[in-house]
């Protein structure tokens, strides 16, 4: 179903501000009808709400109905159940009377309780009279900002957890392939989970507490819509945990949305081919499956194995080996047909996460015309704090680029104005000026001149003015300085490609922003005559290389001062900054300078313009504070 404003809350939970409280009251009334129209009997203080006495009829009329459909599963369930049937039809023994499964048994919980609203697993993943809940494989607890859960692993490797069926498609050299046999018996253990696993933590402080699978229907997007090319297109996902699991089910659904009820036609994907890609997955927590033995899942002795199966671990030569050594795994079985079933031996949150975006991946690879999960990147254009006023022959003799050329090839793009400048057609925030404009923060003006008479223009924020380079100016408040700059913004960016690795590969760093690695603020002072003048004596200072370096260096005809256009700002803080590339001689020189009087100087570094001259000192002042400077 594609998401709208009407729907919005059910499958992400967002509605009205202040509406939280209202919409928790409403979950619970509808947790208690939910769970008594499944024969579950009346949980918490609901136990004799109106509506239940009202609706007597209808509860019944509806569980009689389930009764009678107890053989039919929805399209996305009956999907998977072909798929895993005929998947799993030569394993011997698989089906008949001594089989692993009666012929009309479901291969998925096919009684799970659907959670077909956004915050209704949250809800369902306490008790309904307290705001704990503890078992062995983790805990949850209500607070002010809603609910804190604590799986028993917080994993940080996947060493050895990546397991495939074999018979599909092949098995990649670092993963390990795990036979059908083996598979079949996994899948039958994952459907019967010790009875304390099946306990909903909504009703386990009630008499006769509950006990279900749960179950979710997602449907991520694939391929985004792209307006007159493609539309959106979505592949479709189950997601089945023992109840004492519905913690992971709300997390799930808090980052990829409730697709609603899968037994609806208008959640059929199927009825909506446009814009389902025609993959199906599912996916089955399953944490008890790490005390399973080798040889009770049907792998052979390490005398009959084979080479990939001893080196896999795929076989045992003590009868009490555990399957994976016990530790936890994700077995993952799947063919060109487009459905993928995972087993999650654990209730790590990271697992579900990142099963549901290998899905995802699965079906982006078969559709095609989409990139996968893990590629992806970012253009990043450099940025410059111009100062106060810009024009750009400032920095070149020369315009690479005239106004009169970008008239000529991109003239349909923009609304030409009198003075000769021009208007984005469709954006009316980008104005692009000629070569000679000259932008003036102190005037808030930008002036050129055109056909013999100066033309201007109001600077205003909120606008990009684009030069015929494509370099671009904007007038901003960068709150940590306290004061309106002129940023320029390079005409072309860097294209920071984020790979695709293997996990761990560090793919997450290259997309963390910088700023909390950098500190920005006033620079305060404690005297500014006396510290103005030991920065005036540094900024004068000669830095040649004949006290500064260890190793000796070709002697620079002259000494770069620190306010020399050719002295970059990095470079002036190298410069004051200890290294061990430095005599001891100077590095104590440049311990001994205070730190304010090198934040001073590297302030009147970076804003220092060269039409100053020497004259730099009478540009700067200091604050006032309870009458003192």
């Given at each position: 179903?594609?998401?709208?404003?009407?729907?919005m809350?059910?499958?992400?939970?967002?509605?009205?501000?202040?509406?939280?409280?209202?919409?928790t009251?409403?979950l619970?009334?509808?947790?208690?009808?939910?769970?008594?129209?499944?024969?579950?009997?009346?949980?918490g203080?609901?136990?004799?709400?109106?509506f239940?006495?009202?609706?007597?009829?209808l509860?019944?009329?509806?569980?009689?109905?389930?009764?009678?459909?107890s053989?039919?599963l929805?399209?996305?369930?009956?999907?998977?159940?072909?798929f895993?049937?005929?998947y799993?039809?030569?394993?011997?023994?698989?089906?008949?009377?001594d089989?692993?499964?009666?012929?009309?048994?479901?291969?998925?919980p096919?009684?799970?309780l659907?959670?077909e609203?956004?915050?209704?697993?949250?809800?369902?993943?306490l008790?309904?009279r307290?705001?704990?809940?503890?078992?062995?494989?983790?805990?949850s607890?209500?607070?002010?900002?809603?609910?804190?859960?604590?799986?028993?692993?917080?994993?940080?490797?996947?060493?050895g957890?990546?397991?495939i069926?074999?018979?599909?498609?092949?098995?990649?050299?670092?993963?390990?392939?795990?036979?059908?046999?083996?598979?079949?018996?996994?899948?039958?253990?994952?459907?019967?989970?010790?009875?304390?696993?099946?306990?909903?933590?909504?009703?386990?402080?009630?008499?006769?507490?509950?006990?279900t699978?749960?179950s979710?229907?997602?449907?991520?997007i694939v391929?985004?819509?792209?307006?007159?090319?493609?539309?959106?297109?979505?592949?479709?996902v189950?997601?089945f945990?023992?109840?004492?699991?519905?913690a992971?089910?709300?997390?799930?659904?808090?980052i990829?949305?409730?697709?609603g009820?899968?037994?609806?036609p208008?959640?059929n994907a199927?009825?909506?081919?446009?814009h389902?890609?025609?993959?199906?997955?599912?996916?089955?927590?399953?944490?008890?499956l790490?005390?399973?033995?080798?040889?009770?899942i049907?792998?052979?002795?390490?005398?009959?194995?084979t080479?990939?199966?001893?080196?896999?671990?795929?076989c045992?030569?003590?009868?009490?080996?555990?399957?994976?050594?016990?530790v936890?795994?994700?077995?993952?079985c799947?063919?060109?047909?487009?459905?993928?079933?995972t087993?999650?031996?654990?209730n790590?949150?990271?697992?579900?996460?990142?099963?549901?975006?290998?899905?995802?991946?699965?079906?982006?690879?078969?559709?095609?015309?989409?990139?996968?999960?893990?590629?992806?990147?970012?253009?990043?254009?450099?940025?410059?704090?111009?100062?106060?006023?810009?024009?750009?022959?400032?920095?070149?003799?020369?315009?690479?680029?005239?106004?009169?050329?970008i008239?000529?090839?991109?003239?349909?793009?923009?609304?030409?104005q009198?003075?000769?400048?021009?208007?984005?057609?469709?954006f009316q925030?980008?104005i692009?000026?000629?070569?000679?404009?000259?932008?003036?923060?102190?005037?808030?003006?930008?002036?050129?001149e055109?056909?013999?008479?100066?033309?201007?223009?109001?600077?205003?924020p909120?606008?990009?003015?684009?030069?015929?380079?494509?370099?671009?100016?904007?007038?901003?408040?960068p709150?940590?300085?306290?004061?309106?700059?002129?940023?320029?913004?390079?005409?072309e960016?860097?294209?920071?490609?984020?790979?695709c690795?293997?996990?761990?590969g560090?793919?997450?760093?290259?997309s963390?922003?910088?700023?909390?690695a950098?500190?920005?603020?006033?620079?305060i002072?404690?005297?500014?005559?006396?510290?103005?003048?030991?920065?005036?004596?540094?900024?004068n200072?000669?830095?040649?290389?004949?006290?500064?370096?260890?190793?000796p260096r070709?002697?620079?005809?002259?000494?770069?001062?620190?306010?020399?256009?050719r002295?970059?700002?990095?470079s002036v803080?190298?410069?004051?900054t200890?290294?061990?590339?430095?005599?001891?001689e100077y590095?104590?020189w440049?311990?001994?300078?205070?730190?304010?009087?090198k934040?001073?100087?590297?302030?009147?570094?970076?804003v220092?313009?060269?039409?100053?001259?020497?004259?730099?000192?009478?540009?700067?002042t200091?604050?006032t504070?309870?009458?003192?400077?």
């Amino acid at each position: 179903m594609k998401m709208t404003e009407e729907n919005m809350e059910e499958q992400l939970g967002f509605g009205p501000v202040g509406h939280a409280a209202e919409r928790t009251g409403m979950l619970k009334d509808y947790a208690s009808l939910k769970l008594a129209a499944r024969g579950f009997g009346t949980v918490g203080e609901n136990g004799h709400a109106p509506f239940l006495k009202l609706g007597k009829s209808l509860i019944q009329n509806f569980q009689e109905r389930l009764r009678q459909m107890s053989d039919y599963l929805c399209p996305v369930d009956a999907t998977i159940d072909a798929f895993l049937n005929r998947y799993l039809e030569d394993v011997p023994g698989f089906r008949g009377p001594d089989g692993l499964f009666a012929d009309d048994e479901f291969l998925i919980p096919s009684k799970a309780l659907i959670l077909e609203r956004h915050g209704l697993a949250r809800e369902l993943s306490l008790p309904a009279r307290s705001d704990k809940f503890e078992s062995e494989i983790g805990s949850s607890y209500r607070v002010f900002q809603g609910v804190l859960h604590n799986p028993k692993h917080d994993r940080r490797t996947t060493k050895g957890a990546f397991h495939i069926v074999a018979g599909g498609y092949g098995v990649p050299w670092d993963k390990k392939e795990v036979p059908k046999i083996a598979f079949a018996h996994l899948l039958k253990a994952a459907l019967q989970p010790p009875n304390d696993h099946l306990i909903l933590p909504y009703a386990c402080e009630e008499p006769e507490p509950i006990r279900t699978f749960a179950s979710l229907f997602l449907r991520p997007i694939v391929c985004p819509a792209v307006d007159g090319f493609i539309d959106e297109k979505t592949s479709e996902v189950r997601f089945f945990a023992p109840g004492n699991l519905v913690a992971n089910l709300d997390f799930v659904e808090s980052i990829f949305g409730n697709a609603g009820d899968p037994n609806l036609p208008e959640n059929n994907a199927r009825l909506d081919p446009e814009h389902w890609t025609g993959h199906t997955g599912c996916v089955l927590l399953a944490p008890h499956l790490i005390a399973l033995k080798k040889k009770d899942i049907g792998l052979p002795h390490i005398d009959d194995a084979t080479e990939r199966q001893k080196r896999d671990g795929m076989c045992w030569s003590s009868e009490d080996d555990l399957y994976n050594d016990g530790v936890a795994f994700k077995l993952t079985c799947r063919d060109k047909s487009g459905v993928v079933v995972t087993l999650i031996a654990d209730n790590y949150f990271g697992y579900c996460k990142k099963e549901v975006k290998t899905q995802l991946s699965f079906a982006a690879n078969l559709y095609g015309m989409a990139e996968e999960e893990h590629a992806g990147g970012a253009i990043a254009f450099p940025r410059r704090d111009l100062g106060e006023d810009f024009q750009l022959s400032q920095f070149r003799d020369r315009p690479t680029h005239t106004f009169g050329e970008i008239i000529d090839r991109f003239g349909e793009i923009m609304e030409l104005q009198p003075g000769g400048y021009g208007i984005d057609r469709r954006f009316q925030d980008i104005i692009y000026l000629p070569e000679t404009a000259f932008i003036n923060l102190h005037d808030q003006r930008i002036t050129w001149e055109a056909d013999g008479q100066v033309q201007s223009l109001s600077l205003q924020p909120e606008k990009t003015y684009v030069l015929p380079s494509g370099y671009k100016v904007e007038m901003r408040f960068p709150s940590a300085r306290q004061r309106w700059r002129l940023i320029g913004i390079n005409a072309e960016g860097t294209f920071c490609h984020k790979p695709c690795t293997v996990s761990g590969g560090g793919k997450s760093e290259i997309s963390k922003s910088l700023f909390d690695a950098m500190q920005a603020g006033p620079v305060i002072i404690s005297s500014f005559q006396e510290e103005m003048n030991q920065a005036e004596s540094i900024i004068n200072h000669d830095f040649g290389h004949g006290d500064r370096f260890k190793a000796p260096r070709e002697p620079r005809e002259e000494s770069r001062p620190i306010l020399d256009s050719r002295r970059s700002l990095g470079s002036v803080i190298s410069l004051l900054t200890p290294s061990e590339d430095f005599t001891d001689e100077y590095n104590a020189w440049l311990d001994g300078i205070p730190r304010a009087v090198k934040d001073l100087v590297f302030t009147i570094k970076r804003v220092y313009k060269a039409d100053w001259g020497d004259d730099w000192r009478t540009r700067f002042t200091v604050d006032t504070i309870n009458g003192e400077p």
